[in-house]
C-alpha cells in the first residue's frame, strides 16, 4: 500500500478515495520495519584457563583463589565456568589497590 492511503488509518481524515472515516485499527510493521527491541545478548561462560591467563595467574592461583570464595564461578556438571564481569565486579569490591 502507498504511503497516502495509510494515512487515513492514522491521521483520523477520510481516506482520498473512499471517502470512509478512519478505522481506528492500528497498522501493523511488516518483517522488514519491526521495531521491537532487540533480546539482550548474554555473556558467554569462560573457562579456568582463560580466567588465569585474563587475570596473569597460573592455575593453582586461581583454584586457591576459588577456595577461598575470592573468585565467583558456576559449576555445570563436573566442569567449572566463569563470567568475566562476575569476576571483575568481585574483585573491585572485594580487592584494594595499594598504592607504593
Not at 520495519?33 to 588465569?52: G, H, L
Request: hydrophobic fraction near 30%; proline fraction near 9%.
Amino acid at each position: 500500500m502507498a504511503k497516502e492511503t495509510l494515512d487515513h488509518l492514522t491521521q483520523g481524515t477520510p481516506h482520498p478515495a473512499s471517502g470512509q472515516p478512519k478505522l481506528g485499527l492500528p497498522i501493523l510493521p511488516d518483517a522488514e520495519t519491526d521495531i521491537s527491541p532487540m533480546a539482550p545478548v548474554t555473556e558467554p561462560f569462560i573457562n579456568k584457563e582463560e580466567v588465569a591467563r585474563r587475570l596473569g595467574k597460573t592455575l593453582r592461583t586461581v583454584d586457591n583463589w576459588m577456595q577461598r570464595g575470592l573468585l565467583p564461578y558456576y559449576t555445570i556438571g563436573r566442569s567449572v565456568e566463569f563470567k568475566w564481569s562476575d569476576v571483575e565486579s568481585h574483585l573491585s569490591q572485594t580487592c584494594r589497590i595499594c598504592r607504593s
